[in-house]
Nanobody, 124 residues
């Protein structure tokens, strides 16, 4: 599956952005999906994940209550709604796919399918 992320940009602290990630395959609904981010000089960080049905979601503690992941299987798209953005949310955000939701939750290093990143910059 190929993934195309979009929606990044420059926003002031406290603002909102919605990232989108469109998948190329009609089998999109069989994959769990997730978002990671990587800030300059830091390791890639798991942000959020959603099961194939949308019934299970995972959030990093740093974004709980501010970010929301959702998916539209009919449109082969997963979203990341980001509210109350902080300067520390500045990073390149990557969407990812995995056959199993548990890979995102318990074995993030096993996630192998990535899209290109989209840059989110939050100014103070």
């Amino acid at each position: 599956v190929q993934l195309q992320a979009s929606g990044g940009g420059l926003v002031q602290a406290g603002g909102s952005l919605r990232l989108s990630c469109e998948a190329s395959e009609r089998t999109f609904s069989r994959y769990a999906m997730g978002w990671f981010r990587q800030a300059p000089g830091k390791e890639r960080e798991r942000v959020a994940a959603i099961s194939w049905s949308g019934g299970s979601t995972y959030y990093a503690d740093s974004v709980k209550g501010r970010f929301s992941i959702s998916r539209a299987n009919a449109q082969n798209t997963v979203y990341l709604q980001m509210n109350s953005l902080k300067p520390e949310d500045t990073a390149v955000y990557y969407c990812a796919a995995s056959p199993t939701y548990n890979a995102f939750v318990y074995r993030p290093n096993d996630v192998r399918t990535w899209g290109q990143g989209t840059l989110v910059t939050v100014s103070s």
